[in-house]
Structures are given as structure tokens and as C-alpha cells.
């Protein structure tokens, strides 16, 4: 039997998804892919999200969300989503390479991957001064001096909002300008206490058992190392929006986001649906891609009802 609403995904916009579909009754099947609860997993406290004053453990908040979409009938699965046949309807899609499954309807929640530099002090030290969030972790670092490595929008917004949180916000920029929209730029420019180190790479994050407490930076032009004694240290160079599966078949960016038409999440094949982080690179928030979810599951909805009643009428 066909399923009426799949999901890939298991973050807040795949978990939200799945709320709103089987408390409609569409009896939703929910594929968590390779990460199960999604990016929220890597992080610790999350104290954004409405409705938490005390905050809320990040991996926590994913097995809550999962409940509440299983106690409505959700049914979770753990395969990988491996192919979706777009061009004919039902959609055919392929479980880990080999099973098949028939959906009337899909929400894709694949979300995006934070970029890293590839050092292993990154790994030694995430959760513990490394982060890929200023909004999410920012708070945690208030009164602290911090570093923030990249030189696009996002580098630059999350300088600005740790700057107001922070001592001394390091910017490291590995060319000799940025990427960033002027506007975003000059306002970097203008913080007293945001210090640009222009041609510079990220050479090691030091540390101890207490956390980050240090990077070690080199100048490319000169080969000169320094160190700058930080307790956290931010990624923003960027993410990856997880849509492989979707090449050639879903409209995208040049970046390879989903696009969805304006103020709704429906993709160019009518019956798929785009919602969270892998159609936004704006907000990326965990409230954003639920709200998100809760759009797509609506949307689906009524796509199904307008089905239903053309064969009704037919
Ligand atoms: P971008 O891809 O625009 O920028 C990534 C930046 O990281 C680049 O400046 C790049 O340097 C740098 N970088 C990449 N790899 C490394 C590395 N290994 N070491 C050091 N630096 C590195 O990503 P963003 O996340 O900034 O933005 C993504 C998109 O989202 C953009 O379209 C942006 O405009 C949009 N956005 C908009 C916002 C807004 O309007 N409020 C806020 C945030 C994002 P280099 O320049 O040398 O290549």
C-alpha cells in the first residue's frame, strides 16, 4: 500500500512534519537518514527554542520530538532514503539501495551539514569551545573572548552578534577580503571589538579538560604564527545542504538548496514538499525548520485532499 506522507529527515522540521501529518491522520513514515535527530544531536543546551525557560539538552529535545510524532502513529524507520523516481506518480522510492516503497506524497527534511576545516583539534574540542552556531551557542560564552573562522554573510552576522555578547571577537579571514555583502562587511568594520586577521588560516584550536583555550594562527604571507587565547571557537564557512539524492531532479540554488515557491514549500514536482534547513540558508534555526515542517505537512495535506476529491469528481 502506498504511503500517504514520507519523510526524510528526523530534525525538527522532519519531527514537526511528522506531528502535524499523523495528527491528521495520514499515518506518516519517517526516514531518520544517516544522523538520526539531525543537528541538534551535536549540541548541548539549546535555550532559543519557545517554550523551554530552563533550555533543553539538544539530543533530549530530538527524543522528545520523536515520541510526540510516534504517539500520534508515526512510523519511524531507520533506512537511508538511497533514490526517489520523480517522474512518475506515485513516486517510487529506494530504501538502503535494495527495498522499494510507493509514497503519494514526500517531505524531504534532509537538512544541511555545517562545513569544518578538517583538524582534529575541531573534533577533540566539539561541544567544548568549538561550535558551527553562534546564535545556538553564543549565549554560553557572554564576558569571554571568542574567534569566529570564515569571511562570507554568515562570518560576518555571527561576528556581530557575538561581539555584543563577548569581550573580543577574532575574525579570521584566509584572503585578504571578504565574501560578505558590503552592508555586513562595513559593519564588522565598524565593531570596536571585532579584530579582522586578514590572510589568515587556522593552523590547531588548543585546549585542555576544561575546554578551548586557545588557536594558533599563520599569517600566508609572512608564515607567522601566533596565538590567540580564546575559550570558543566559531564556524560559519559555510554549509552543505544534504540533497544529492534530489540532483537534476528538484529545483535548486547554485549551492544546491532546495527552491520552493515563495511562502509555501512546494518544489517544482508537484506532491514533493522542501522544508527546514534544506531549502533555507538564511535562518537555519531549529524553530524556523519546525515551523517549516508544520508548513509542509499542511501543504501535503491538501495536496492529497485535492487529489482525493479529482477522483471523486472524475
Ligand atoms: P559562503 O559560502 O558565502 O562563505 C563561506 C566563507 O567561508 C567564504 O568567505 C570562504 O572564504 C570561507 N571559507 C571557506 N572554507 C574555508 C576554509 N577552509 N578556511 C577559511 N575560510 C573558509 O557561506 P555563508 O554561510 O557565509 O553564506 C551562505 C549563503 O547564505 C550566502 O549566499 C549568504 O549570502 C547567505 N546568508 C545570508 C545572510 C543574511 O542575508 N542575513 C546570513 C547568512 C548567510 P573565501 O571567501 O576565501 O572563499
Not at 510507493?102 to 567544548?128: C, D, H, M, Q, W
Not at 562570507?152 to 560578505?180: F, N, P, Q
Request: charged share 20%; glycine share 12%.
Amino acid at each position: 500500500m502506498a504511503i500517504k506522507v514520507l519523510i526524510i529527515g528526523s530534525g525538527p522540521a522532519g519531527y514537526t512534519a511528522a506531528i502535524y501529518a499523523a495528527r491528521a491522520g495520514l499515518q506518516p513514515v519517517l526516514f531518520t537518514g544517516g544522523q538520526p535527530g539531525g543537528q541538534l544531536t551535536t549540541t548541548n543546551d539549546v535555550e532559543n527554542f519557545p517554550g523551554y525557560p530552563d533550555g533543553i539538552n539538544g539530543p533530549q529535545m530530538m527524543i522528545d520530538l520523536q515520541k510526540q510524532a510516534e504517539r500520534f502513529g508515526t512510523q519511524i524507520r531507520y533506512g537511508l532514503v538511497t533514490g526517489v523516481a520523480v517522474d512518475e506518480y506515485p513516486f517510487q522510492v529506494t530504501i538502503d539501495e535494495k527495498d522499494q516503497v510507493i509514497a503519494e506524497t514526500i517531505i524531504v527534511a534532509t537538512g544541511a551539514t555545517a562545513k569544518y576545516l578538517g583538524l582534529p583539534s575541531e573534533e577533540k574540542f566539539a561541544n567544548r569551545g568549538v561550535s558551527a552556531c553562534a546564535v545556538c551557542d553564543g549565549y554560553f560564552y557572554r564576558g569571554k573572548e571568542v574567534a569566529v573562522v570564515g569571511a562570507g554573510d554568515s562570518a560576518a552576522e555571527e561576528s556581530t552578534y557575538l561581539s555584543k555578547l563577548c569581550t573580543k571577537v577574532h575574525l579570521i579571514v584566509r584572503r585578504g577580503e571578504m565574501r560578505a555583502s558590503r552592508i555586513m562587511q562595513q559593519r564588522v568594520l565598524n565593531t570596536p571589538n571585532i579584530q579582522v586577521h586578514w590572510h589568515s588560516e587556522t593552523d590547531e584550536i588548543l585546549g585542555d579538560d576544561q575546554g578551548v583555550t586557545g588557536v594558533r594562527i599563520r599569517n600566508t604571507k609572512t608564515g607567522e604564527a601566533s596565538i590567540l587565547a580564546i575559550q570558543g571557537f566559531f564556524l560559519a564557512i559555510g554549509h552543505k545542504p544534504n540533497t544529492e539524492l534530489f540532483k537534476g531532479k528538484l529545483n535548486m540554488d547554485e549551492a544546491g538548496y532546495l527552491q520552493v515557491q515563495a511562502g509555501t514549500t512546494r518544489t517544482n514536482i508537484e506532491g514533493i514538499f522542501a522544508v527546514g534547513d534544506v531549502a533555507d540558508k538564511v535562518y537555519r534555526q531549529a524553530i524556523t525548520a519546525a515551523g517549516s515542517g508544520c508548513m509542509g505537512a499542511l501543504d501535503a495535506e491538501k495536496f492529497l485532499a485535492a487529489k482525493e476529491a479529482q477522483a471523486v469528481h472524475a
